[in-house]
Each structure stands twice: as C-alpha cells, then as structure tokens.
C-alpha cells in the first residue's frame, strides 16, 4: 500500500455553524483543526447600507476560517461533512477548498507524514 496522501481542507464557514461543524468533523474522525476569524467576500457586489442617516458600504463579511489536515481519513468526508453542517441554503454559506499539504511533523514525537497528522 501507497502510504497516504496528506491534504487540508480549508473552510471559510458562517460563524454560528461553527458548533455543528466541530460536531460533525469529530462524529467523522477528522477532530483537529485550527479555527481563525477572518473577514470575506464571496460573489456577491459589495451592498450598500444605512446607519443613522448615513450610507455605508459592507463589502466584508465575519466568516469563520476552518482548516483541518487530514491523512487517514479521506479529504473528501472532510468536506461532506463540512458541507453539510455549514449549510443553510442562503448565500453566504461558505467555501470549502482542498489543498495537498507536503509535509507534517510532530513536534513532540518527531513522528512525520502521516502518522504525525
Ligand atoms: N474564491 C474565493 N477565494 C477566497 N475566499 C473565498 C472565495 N470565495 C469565497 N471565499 C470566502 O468564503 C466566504 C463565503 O463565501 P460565499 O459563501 O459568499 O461564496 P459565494 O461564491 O458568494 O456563494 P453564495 O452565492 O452562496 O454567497 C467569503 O466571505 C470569503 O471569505
Ligand atoms: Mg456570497
């Protein structure tokens, strides 16, 4: 057997389904992961909107950054799962990216490739 290819599935995923999502990665046997808030935009123009009289334009969005490297388990249950949790079928659900990752060490053990994933 091929040992494993190690990939990372990066998500940029609503805030408020960040719980499901953690849920369902775990339920999946994918638990680590590392979780950045950022801001974003997708493909929507930037809106325009009005705060006290004043127009304002939100091209920016809060999302929350998911990144998750996976060996044992596929890259592709990652983001089934992802998907599926972070869904709500309104624009602005997020994206979800695979990349291949060329290398993991352990810092504690010093174990690398996949089994130091
Ligand atoms: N091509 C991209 N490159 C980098 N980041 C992206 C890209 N597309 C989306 N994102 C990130 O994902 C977030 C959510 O994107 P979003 O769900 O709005 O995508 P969309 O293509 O506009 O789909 P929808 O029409 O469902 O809104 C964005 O705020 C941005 O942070
Ligand atoms: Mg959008």
Known sequence: MTESA???VVAVI???KLADVKQKLANTG???LTVTQVSGRGSQPAKTEQWRGEEYTVDL???V???CVVADVPAEDVVDAIAEAAHT???GDGKIFVLPVSSAT???TGKTGPDAV
Do not use: L, N, T, Y
């Open 106 to 108: 352990q810092v504690r």
């Open 61 to 63: 969005h809060q999302k």
């Open 14 to 16: 609503r805030p408020d």
């Open 65 to 67: 950054k998911v990144e």
């Open 6 to 8: 190690i990939e990372m």
């Open 30 to 32: 994918a638990p680590s």
């Open 89 to 91: 079928g309104e624009k």
